[in-house]
């Protein structure tokens, strides 16, 4: 059994703290749509540091460097209800929701 759960954009049925979004960074394009669905102010773009750039795949660093760097961060992660509209509205499928 994994600890992710996968979301449905059905409405919020966890306490916060309960769940938190992953984002893989070797997915994430930084569209900010995950962005503009939270309720909760979850996630917020930023610029992938550069030391995080080195660990990413091939793929990863052709897409990050494509798109300046730009990425969702899950900045207020502890505010997450485990709505899954994130999940939903990422066009990479980039994020995942964790049982923490």
Request: charged share 25%; net charge positive; hydrophobic share 40%.
């Amino acid at each position: 059994m994994t600890n992710e759960l996968q979301g449905d954009g059905a409405d919020c049925k966890r306490e916060a703290g309960e769940v938190a979004p992953v984002i893989n960074r070797d997915r994430c394009e930084g569209k900010a749509d995950c962005v503009a669905v939270c309720p909760y102010s979850v996630f917020a773009m930023g610029v992938l540091p550069a030391p995080e750039r080195r660990s990413l795949s091939l793929r990863g660093k052709v897409k990050g460097f494509a798109h300046g760097w730009k990425q969702a961060f899950a900045v207020n992660a502890d505010a997450c209800h485990a709505c899954g509209l994130c999940v939903a509205a990422c066009p990479e499928r980039a994020i995942v929701l964790r049982r923490v």
